[in-house]
T-cell receptor
Framework: ETGVTQTPRHLVMGMTNKKSLKCEQH?????MYWYKQSAKKPLELMFV???????ENNSVPSRFSPECPNSSHLFLHLHTLQPEDSALYLC???????????????FGEGSRLTVL | AQSVTQLDSQVPVFEEAPVELRCNYS??????LFWYVQYPNQGLQLLLK??????LVKGINGFEAEFNKSQTSFHLRKPSVHISDTAEYFC???????????FGKGTTLSVSS
């Protein structure tokens, strides 16, 4: 496998479910990111991990909980979501640590989340 | 505060026609500028970037962009588009002081025959 891989590609969950999104990067990068993509809105940066430490959390509701167990894996744990959380969740990585990189991010194909 | 404005939400063009996707930005500090492309059901892919130096930047798939500091613009151009260029295009900026990458809302390019 190469690049950034996200699973599952599609997820449907009820408001009371608990699920997780997984991201794995095979590029040897040092920083990983979660973005939320909603129709006709700018991509929203949710979380940034650099060298396995969380360095940014952009006022994301606590029903989203990230986890970065090592430099290659990033999870987004979901619980008690709302219908407005339905979106495409994109994972990305960058070679340089966050804050020093020149903006070149490598994205996965995304996980399409639908909350009923 | 920094912001990116993509002036057109949709741009329909015919195959082999030229195209320009417009992007304006606002920032009080020096910036790096980017265009990303998102094909249907895929993640974003870097098209080109301006870091410094020549204001005309060439990217993949025949695209180029010109950085205009006085007009705070970074418009994307291609002289002749193909059906396969149909995608969503995102302009983005990053402050040189290490802030996060900020994206515009995107422009949908639809190329028809």
């Amino acid at each position: 496998e190469t690049g950034v891989t996200q699973t599952p590609r599609h997820l449907v969950m009820g408001m009371t479910n608990k699920k997780s999104l997984k991201c794995e990067q095979h590029l040897g990068h040092n920083a990983m990111y979660w973005y939320k993509q909603s129709a006709k809105k700018p991509l929203e940066l949710m979380f940034v991990y650099s060298l396995e430490e969380r360095v940014e959390n952009n006022s994301v509701p606590s029903r989203f909980s990230p986890e970065c167990p090592n430099s290659s894996h990033l999870f987004l744990h979901l619980h008690t979501l709302q219908p407005e959380d339905s979106a495409l969740y994109l994972c990305a990585s960058s070679q340089a640590p966050a804050g020093t990189e020149t903006g070149e991010l490598f994205f996965g194909e995304g996980s399409r989340l639908t909350v009923l | 505060a920094q912001s990116v404005t993509q002036l057109d939400s949709q741009v329909p063009v015919f195959e082999e026609a030229p195209v320009e996707l417009r992007c304006n930005y606002s920032s009080s500090v020096s910036v790096y500028l980017f265009w990303y492309v998102q094909y249907p059901n895929q993640g974003l892919q870097l098209l080109l970037k301006y870091l410094s130096g020549s204001t005309l930047v060439k990217g993949i798939n025949g695209f180029e962009a010109e950085f205009n500091k006085s007009q705070t613009s970074f418009h994307l151009r291609k002289p002749s588009v193909h059906i396969s260029d149909t995608a969503e295009y995102f302009c983005a900026l990053k402050g040189q002081a290490g802030t996060a990458l900020i994206f515009g809302k995107g422009t949908t390019l639809s190329v028809s025959s």
